[in-house]
């Protein structure tokens, strides 16, 4: 019997104890934002978009090595012996066209990892997180700043020098005695 | 009133009185109940946000003043879906019972002295009796739907609506015994006055019994506010759909209108319900205060002013099951069952029997 | 528990399922339920709806490279995550980690073990039916995401331990923010209190609801909160200390059975509570003590492991989480075996749901605190 | 608290014609090696000798080694009482690979032994319950943990590499 009542006396009294506490919140100003009208302020270190400045890439490959889902394409051309492709912000002297730089966004996990590795801390994450698509592929970025024509023709110039190049080898060759020469592969960096 | 306008409109009393008939009843429809539910979804989001340290809805109108009827024009052009393996009859005929069940009850609640749906002499009678019709619509929803979800939470609903009108019938019974009248317009005339008349305070008048029955009358109000709560399935006892167990248990395969009327009817219901608790223990339509009417001589004010009180009263109970709803966590089926038979019985007939004793003396 | 034998009525029994898409399954668990009436004879889970392959994925990664994917299996602990890998990849390697580093491990684990029982608790609310607590666990969970977001730029999946040091070293505002979120903070672990843990109707739902003896635990292997709720002192971080968890003074909570019987629900809801309080006092002595030094000074250039195998673990929110590595010498793994404490937990569900009603089901599963991301890896 | 030599010794004593075989050249905790059809026995005196008392088995991995062709079972035992720890080790043919349950001993192997089974195809005899555990129940291309696994082409005539 003494349950029976203790059990009324304890259910009411707790009861009204939580009210009070939701009572309390009724007049406490809302924690909330009204997210596309006020947008937070995102930290300085956030991780969103990455982001590629392709001024100061020198096409070595290091951030897609480092990616675990493979998101980054990097595709390099290498520059004629005549052309000064200049020097990146950092002072690193570039030698290879980026004819293809690509980052898959549907398959980005927002790691950072591709970041660390860079040289010339070309590649870094921004604070941009609202760039939703209706279409998968329009989350390929590309960053590559030369035009189709300009990535075409340089592959060309490659392809031609090579060719060139092949041509007088075969002609010395022909000429002297044949020399042992390993063809330089077209898309590895030099680290 | 409006038959004699009718009789002079037509000259004949049997056109006349269907249509003053059917004008009447569809008066509160869309006079109370509509604009009433449209403001209870929007306030029941509204205090769960802010007790939740949310907004709520804030988008569509002044502070998402819009909202609902954004929400009712979304839900009319919704597809109205309808499984393949459910019993069809039954099942487009329930959401329209489980509403009528709730509206009807509004037809004997007194909005005001000269407003009442229907004047009957057994009123609080008519509005239990007619509110059993829920029960009807909800047990046919839950096994129409063909669902195990479905049909659990109709279950649930069935047993714990029938246990609960017990102990608020033994409340309305003490209450029957005390007034000697079933009447709600009746009843809340008695409590005429100032605050003190109220049942709530023991009843109109002063003598013993009336500071005899206060305890009581706290005690059966509780019981009775409790039990009510039980009967509109809110929080504590939302089991029949408790969204963590059962989905949304027997409307979950209701979709567009049809799940709104389930939806409007619980909000009818939860308001009827605390008028019902406002007529019997708070007055009803009179005011606490007396009238500004009656002070400024402006015979036409009362009316008005009565109505604004009853509403006041009965959305206050309706904020306070709100307020309960996002505060408390939600009873197990044999729990609650346990609350109503070892709890609200027993101390609503002991009450009971008390009443009945001072009433005596 | 009711006894459904003595009924004289022929009835039948009902199968229901429960998931994969349920509000409370806490996931894609499906729970086969055969039911008497509203009474469990039976539960069988079925997991692996969240299957992403992690063991297979890990074998393809170098070493560094599989820090991201260990976030994302107990995703509400991804830094406790990333620490047993650490640990476990540490102790491979035989690397000594600067003191700066550990101090700060410690602070980041503890934190998030505040975060990762702040929607255990809240979730648990809403599975029983108070939805209010829930916003309010969130709402403060909400704070201490925002001081991973400073440290590391993340919110959920932070790649920040990493083998052999951290990807950043705190934000300068890091220590202030953090103090001032104790300070906030342990006023609301009373207001929980007042709201949920104490409640009449909650401490009948929980109380006398799945009761856990301490032998069935330990058989079962289940480790961390709801071991010690049953009533032992078991915790990795005291009984076999990684990092630097021996420099600190904090008491382990376990079950005491108020309301009810030693392993109940509730008795495991409140050890969560308790435990908070535990970590709040680490991070405050973590926080006085905090060395200084360079967080990146031990990260090894290449890692590549001499042939050997690891068991690493530590203490994770939702209890041992370990890591078993094999390496052949090169520079991936041969072989990564995750001991998810919540796979090994789940086991138990039938057991201890047996016997009670749908509604309890929801309670036992919420009070074992599942994260499917874990058990399905 | 005893080290994995002392209880070498209590094995070799207790069961004179099983083989045991100590490993611990490699880094980083050595271990026994067993008889896999035995294992259940071994792990029955391992877990009811009051002064070895493993009364937990923390973790249970299968290992593909398929330059030996065979496969391996690691079990991680703990006495939460004691404080000791162990870890054992079977190898078991590739072909046609049976270890022996402990599902009777410890409850908690029951679902790691599943997954063995669903990732490494091993047979655990007397399992209770030995199906699929995380892959689809009706999954026929194999066992995926295997070194030599190739991902069918369709499943349920669903494409599977999407």
């Known amino acids: 019997m003494k349950e029976y009542f203790s059990n009324i006396y304890t259910a009411l009294v707790t009861i009204f104890i939580g009210m009070k506490v939701t009572l309390k919140h009724l007049f406490v100003p809302s924690v909330t934002i009204q997210y596309p009208d006020v947008k937070p302020e995102l930290p300085e270190r956030e991780r969103n978009r990455l982001y590629v400045n392709m001024d100061d890439c020198i096409g070595c490959d290091q951030c897609a090595r480092a990616c675990p889902v493979s998101c980054i394409q990097i595709e390099t051309t290498k520059a004629l012996p005549a052309e000064d492709l200049g020097k990146t912000s950092n002072g690193k002297k570039k030698a290879l066209w980026v004819t293809g730089f690509t980052i898959d966004f549907s398959k980005c996990c927002y790691c950072q990892l591709c970041v660390f590795p860079c040289p010339t801390d070309c590649i870094y994450m921004t604070d941009v997180y609202e760039f939703s698509e209706y279409q998968r592929d329009d989350l390929i970025f590309d960053f590559v700043t030369l035009t189709p024509e300009e990535r075409q023709q340089k592959r060309d110039n490659l392809a031609k020098f090579n060719a060139e190049k092949e041509a007088e080898k075969l002609k010395a060759a022909a000429e002297s005695k044949p020399k042992i020469e390993t063809e330089q592969k077209k898309d590895q960096p030099k680290e | ?361 | 528990m009711i006894n459904t034998k003595s009924s004289a009525i022929r009835t039948e029994e009902m199968v229901l399922n429960m998931g994969p898409q349920h509000p409370s399954t806490h996931g894609v668990l499906r729970l086969e339920l055969a039911l008497e009436g509203e009474i469990i004879t039976k539960v069988t889970p079925h997991i692996g709806y969240l299957h992403r392959c992690f063991e297979k994925h890990c074998e393809a990664m170098t070493y560094p490279q599989i820090v991201p994917y260990t976030d994302r299996m107990d995703y509400l602990a991804s830094m406790g995550n990333e620490l047993g890998y650490a640990v476990a990849m540490e102790k491979l390697l035989g690397i000594e980690v600067p003191q700066r580093v550990e101090y700060i491990r410690v602070i980041m684990a503890e934190l998030q073990r505040i975060a990762s029982h702040l929607v255990a608790l809240g979730t648990y609310g809403a599975d029983i039916g108070a939805f209010t607590p829930f916003l309010y666990c969130f709402r403060d969970r909400e704070k201490i995401l925002h001081l991973f977001e400073i440290t590391c730029g993340a919110r959920l999946l932070y790649n920040y331990i990493w083998v052999g040091g951290l990807s950043h070293d705190l934000h300068p505002d890091f220590v202030r923010k953090t103090r001032d979120f104790i300070k906030e903070f342990k006023p609301t672990i009373k207001e929980l209190n007042d709201i949920l843990s104490y409640n009449k109707i909650f401490i009948d739902r929980t109380a006398n609801v799945g009761i856990l003896p301490v032998k069935t635990a330990i058989n079962f292997g289940v480790s961390g909160p709801n071991l010690r709720a049953s009533g032992i002192k078991w915790d990795i971080r005291k009984d076999d200390p990684y990092s630097v968890y021996s420099k600190f003074d904090f008491d382990i909570p376990v079950g005491k059975g108020t309301h009810g019987t030693v392993g109940d629900s509730w008795d495991r809801y409140f050890v969560r509570i308790l435990e908070m309080e535990e970590s709040l006092k680490i991070i405050e002595q973590a926080l006085d003590q905090l060395p200084d030094g360079d967080v990146q000074s031990a990260i090894p250039k290449r890692i590549k492991p001499n042939a050997g195998h690891v068991y690493g673990r530590v203490e994770n929110p939702r209890g041992e989480l370990g890591y078993f590595i094999i390496s052949d010498g090169s520079t991936t793994p041969y072989r990564v075996k995750v001991r998810a404490p919540s796979f090994v937990t789940l086991q138990i569900l039938g057991e201890l749901c047996k016997g009670y009603m749908i509604a309890d089901v929801i309670t036992i599963l919420g009070s074992i605190d599942i994260v499917l991301g874990e058990i399905d890896r | 608290m005893k080290n994995t030599e002392e209880i070498l010794q209590a094995l070799k004593e207790n069961f004179p014609d099983f083989s045991f075989e100590l490993k611990s050249d490699l880094p980083v905790e050595g271990f026994i090696i067993c008889n896999p059809l035995v294992i259940d026995k071994i792990s029955h005196f391992l877990h009811d000798n009051p002064e070895l008392n493993f009364d937990s088995l923390i973790n249970l991995s299968g290992v593909d080694e398929i330059k030996a062709n065979q496969l391996s079972v690691y079990y991680h035992l703990e006495s939460t009482e004691l404080k000791h720890k162990l870890v054992l080790k079977v190898v078991t043919d590739r072909n046609s690979p049976e270890v022996a349950s402990v599902t009777d001993i410890w409850k908690g192997a029951n679902w790691h032994e599943r997954e063995a089974y669903d990732m490494f195809g091993i047979k655990f005899l007397n399992h209770p319950d030995l199906r699929r555990i995380l892959m689809p129940y009706d999954w026929e291309a194999g066992h995926p943990l295997r070194k030599d696994y190739e991902n069918p082409e369709f499943y349920q005539g669903m494409k599977v590499p999407f």
Do not use: C
């Open chain 2, 1 to 361: 009133m409006m038959y004699d306008f009718f009789v002079d409109l037509f000259g004949n009393t049997v056109i006349a009185g269907i249509a003053s008939g059917i004008l009447m009843s569809l008066l509160p429809l869309f006079l109370f109940i509509l604009p009433y539910a449209l403001f209870a979804v929007l306030a029941e989001r509204k205090v769960s946000a802010h007790m939740q340290d949310r907004l709520g809805p804030m988008r569509i109108g002044w502070h998402g003043w819009n909202q609902t009827i954004a929400d009712i024009i979304k839900l009319i052009q919704k597809e109205d879906i309808v499984a393949s393996d459910t019993d069809k009859p039954l099942f487009n005929f329930a959401p329209v019972l489980v509403f009528a069940g709730s509206y009807a009850a509004f037809a004997a609640i007194p909005f005001s002295s000269y407003y009442i749906g229907s004047e009957v002499d057994l009123g609080i009678f008519y509005i239990i009796a007619v509110t059993g019709l829920v029960v009807a619509g909800i047990l046919m929803a839950g096994w129409a739907s063909n669902n195990k979800y479905s049909l659990l939470g109709s279950m649930r609903s069935v047993a714990q609506i029938v246990s609960y009108e017990i102990p608020t019938m033994l409340v309305v019974l003490s209450l029957v015994m005390v007034s000697e009248t079933m009447s709600l317009h009746t009843l809340s005339e008695m409590q005429t006055g100032y605050f003190w008349n109220w049942y709530i305070f023991g009843g109109p008048g002063f003598s013993l019994t009336k500071f005899l029955l206060i305890p009581s009358m706290l005690i059966g109000f509780i019981i009775i506010y409790i039990s009510t709560l039980a009967e509109v399935n809110r929080v504590p006892f939302d089991i029949p759909e408790a969204e963590s167990e059962l989905v949304a248990g027997y409307h979950t395969e209701y979709s567009g209108m049809k799940f709104a009327m389930f939806f409007l009817a619980e909000y009818a219901n939860m308001y009827a319900v605390s008028a019902i608790v406002a007529a019997l223990f708070f007055g009803g339509y009179q005011s606490p205060v007396g009238y500004l009417g009656n002070l400024l001589g402006v015979e036409w004010l009362i009316p008005i002013e009565q109505f604004l009180w009853f509403a006041a009263k009965g959305l206050f109970f309706v904020f306070v099951q709100m307020w309960l709803r996002w505060t408390l966590p939600r009873l197990r089926v044999d729990q609650l069952m346990a609350v109503s038979w070892k709890y609200l019985i027993p101390i609503a007939f002991v009450n009971l029997i008390v009443i009945g004793f001072i009433t005596l003396i």
